[in-house]
């Protein structure tokens, strides 16, 4: 249920039906697992159970410097035969680094809107 809402919320944010502006970055899940906390130690627990399914589907995303990327290098290994070059591996982590890098800036963009209520 948990794993099936995560993609299908990733699959919306990508097709634009779920507006990017619902990321949010370690403020939101500060204040998300402070709310949890506040509740109560099972809320809690269910609360950082569901954040480390989360983190474990977005490191299988087949970004080059996430494990889905290294899945997928090892996918064209298997399709090609022989590995992808050292050049090529490293060239496509830094574009990996990037997008992470952009992600993590829109989200944490998003989080300081919400705090100064823009």
Same mark, same amino acid.
């Given at each position: 249920?948990?794993?099936?809402?995560?993609?299908?919320?990733?699959?919306?944010?990508?097709?634009?039906?779920?507006?990017?502006?619902?990321?949010?970055?370690?403020?939101?899940?500060? %204040?998300?697992?402070?709310?949890?906390?506040?509740? $109560?130690?099972?809320?809690? =627990?269910?609360? *950082? !159970? +569901?954040?480390?399914? @989360?983190?474990?589907?977005?490191?299988?995303?087949?970004?080059?410097?996430?494990?889905?990327?290294?899945?997928?290098?090892?996918?064209?290994?298997?399709?090609?035969?022989?590995?992808?070059?050292? %050049?090529?591996?490293?060239?496509?982590?830094?574009? $990996?680094?990037?997008?992470? =890098?952009?992600? *993590? !800036? +829109?989200?944490?963009? @998003?989080?300081?809107?919400?705090?100064?209520?823009?």
């Amino acid at each position: 249920f948990v794993t099936g809402f995560i993609l299908n919320f990733l699959g919306d944010l990508v097709t634009g039906q779920v507006s990017a502006r619902n990321l949010g970055s370690i403020v939101t899940i500060g %204040e998300a697992s402070g709310q949890a906390a506040a509740e $109560g130690l099972p809320v809690f =627990l269910s609360f *950082m !159970a +569901l954040f480390s399914i @989360n983190l474990a589907i977005l490191n299988l995303l087949p970004i080059p410097i996430l494990d889905g990327g290294h899945l997928v290098f090892l996918g064209i290994e298997a399709i090609r035969g022989r590995p992808v070059s050292p %050049e090529q591996r490293m060239r496509w982590s830094q574009v $990996g680094f990037f997008i992470l =890098l952009g992600i *993590m !800036a +829109l989200a944490l963009g @998003n989080d300081f809107l919400r705090l100064f209520g823009l």
